[in-house]
């Protein structure tokens, strides 16, 4: 299948899913509550505050803490077909791109604007050129995932997050299939992901900030920075709609 067709299938795919979800009796995917896909409440804890990054290499910019509502949430659209919070979830993960494209310099940004730039904390810089701004990488799902959804997680986020500079689709692929990573310790997520991922040559001398859902212990992030570095690419930043507060210390988000 050629890229375009896949593309215009992922697409049919997810409007079907989209369809269904109205039709059907919705719940909120946060709280239960009725006739709401995300109700007002639960999408109250779903914008993004104050986006700090994380100290990881690659650096992190996450726009939620993993935790409360936004579990709940990116549980039920990842594993029970809830694209119908997509939409929620897109605005903190374009929160979390405008924060890291504006934090490259001057004349790297997604496009979004000043205001963003506000809610983030951070001072606007004047329009940019988005010629010059970061290329979103996206870390590829298993074939299991994908026929267990349906759909790309991640994916889905980032065509919904309306973002100006568009991804480089399949930059990343998975060299073998790896465990899912839930109830993995941090050393076994590493050497799950360890040497998984190839990345494409046409990433050679871009600079790019790789696309994530979720990061809890970052091994994932790493291995794919791991792989864009081997063609020759640069990896500026990594953005994820969560990230597991960490043990210990404050989440990403403040």
């Known amino acids: 299948m050629t890229t375009t067709n896949q593309l215009r299938t992922n697409k049919l795919r997810e409007s079907i899913l989209d369809a269904a979800a109205a039709l059907q009796p919705v719940q909120c995917s946060g709280c239960g509550e009725e006739d709401r ?10 914008l993004p505050g104050m986006i ?31 694209t119908d919070a997509a939409s929620a979830l897109a605005v903190a993960l374009r929160a979390a791109i405008v924060t890291a494209q504006s934090q490259a310099g001057p004349g790297a940004d997604s496009g979004a ?5 506000t809610r983030a904390g951070l001072q606007p810089h004047p329009p940019v ?40 689709w399949r930059a990343l692929r998975l060299t073998r299939q790896t465990e899912d990573q839930a109830g993995l310790t941090a050393q076994q997520r590493t050497r799950n ?17 790789i696309v994530d859902d979720i990061v809890t212990t970052g091994a994932t992030v790493r291995e794919a920075a791991r792989a864009i570095t081997a063609v020759g690419g640069r990896v500026v930043f990594a ?6 507060p960490l043990r210990g210390g404050s989440p990403v988000v403040a």
């Open 129 to 168: 050129d988005a010629r010059h701004a970061l290329l979103p990488v996206v870390i590829p799902s298993t074939r299991a995932a994908f026929r267990r959804r349906g759909y790309h997680p991640t994916a889905l986020l980032l065509r919904r997050s309306r973002i100006l500079v568009p991804p480089l």
């Open 239 to 244: 953005v994820a709609v969560a990230r597991t």
């Open 193 to 209: 992901r360890a040497g998984s991922m190839v990345a494409s040559r046409r990433l050679r001398g871009r600079d790019c900030v």
């Open 52 to 82: 700090a990054a994380e100290g990881a290499a690659p650096p992190l910019f996450a726009a939620l803490a993993y935790d409360g509502v936004v579990r709940r949430v990116l549980l039920a659209y990842k594993d029970s077909g809830r």
């Open 37 to 46: 896909a995300v109700c007002a409440a639960c999408s109250a804890a779903l």
């Open 113 to 117: 604007g000043s205001r963003a730039r």
